[in-house]
């Protein structure tokens, strides 16, 4: 069910990575997300599932979480997967039908992107998963912060990204409630062609866009009831300070890189 998806919850904790600095966090994570496309061989992409293994310990979520948060990639993972099986006829043939080949260098292929993919969807799930909403507003403020010299409005840019991030469980919520009530209705959402399923998702998709319309004008009802003018002499309750270990997370992030490039250039890729 889509009430079971993990996608932008917050779980409260006191391990290492909950404590970490939301700002150092962020630098940390989309740093790691781009370098989890660094690597061109199974040594660099070895370190970075090592760094990936590190950073869940140090989360100190359950595995059962960590692998909840897959299931909505699953099916791309699997047609990415099958696609690189299929078009890439390197390496040692081991199953031919006509013009279809499976072989080493395909399977090699699927499982060094689908590996990428699966990093790319846990070390996104670490970031919401031990940060608070209004704690990652902050952080994205302060980070972006050098832009107010330009006259953006950072504060808005980041009350818009984490109000977006953290409605992504409440729709989830909203549309399994809204699929119960249609099918408690006699509707037929699972059987049928695909043209018959995607009009079944009509009587769907109308109450779910006009639930968000009303939700976000009765959100903004509720901000200017109290008054919100957005950062204008704004104060912080909590204080935000880089400590020694923030600062080893970053050295870390710095040698992972450092190590992917030499593993780049002494060793031959294995992508194809």
């Known amino acids: 069910m889509l009430s079971e998806l993990t996608i932008g919850q917050f779980f409260p904790g006191r391990s290492p990575l909950h404590r970490m600095d939301p700002r150092v966090k962020l630098v940390v994570i989309f740093t790691y997300i781009v370098l989890i496309f660094v690597p061109q061989n199974w040594l660099g992409l070895g370190l970075g599932l090592a760094f990936l293994l590190t950073g869940v310990l140090l989360s100190q979520l359950p595995v059962r979480?960590?692998?909840?948060?897959?299931?909505?990639?699953?099916?791309i993972v699997l047609i990415t997967s099958v696609l690189n099986i299929l078009y890439i006829d390197s390496g040692t043939v081991l199953l031919q039908w006509g013009w279809l080949k499976i072989t080493t260098g395909g399977i090699s292929n699927a499982v060094f992107i689908a590996l990428r993919i699966v990093a790319l969807i846990v070390g996104s799930s670490l970031l919401t998963y031990t940060t608070s909403p209004t704690t990652l507003t902050d952080a994205m403020e302060r980070l972006m912060s050098p832009l107010r010299?330009?006259?953006?409005?950072?504060?808005e840019i980041a009350m818009m990204m984490t109000i977006a991030l953290r409605f992504i469980p409440t729709l989830m919520e909203e549309t399994d409630k809204i699929m119960s009530a249609q099918k408690a209705r006699g509707a037929d959402l699972e059987s049928g062609n695909l043209l018959q399923r995607v009009r079944a998702l009509v009587p769907i998709l109308i109450p779910l866009l006009v639930s968000s319309f009303r939700r976000a004008a009765d959100l903004a009802t509720a901000m200017e009831c109290r008054c919100y003018h957005g950062g204008d002499g704004r104060t912080r309750m909590k204080q935000l300070h880089v400590r020694r270990s923030d600062v080893c997370y970053l050295l870390a992030t710095a040698a992972l890189l450092a190590a992917m490039i030499l593993c780049n250039l002494l060793l031959p890729s294995a992508l194809i």
Not at 66 to 72: F, G, K, N, T
Request: aromatic share 6%.
């Open 65 to 75: 979480l960590i692998l909840r948060s897959l299931r909505p990639i699953l099916f």
């Open 149 to 155: 010299v330009i006259r953006i409005n950072v504060h």
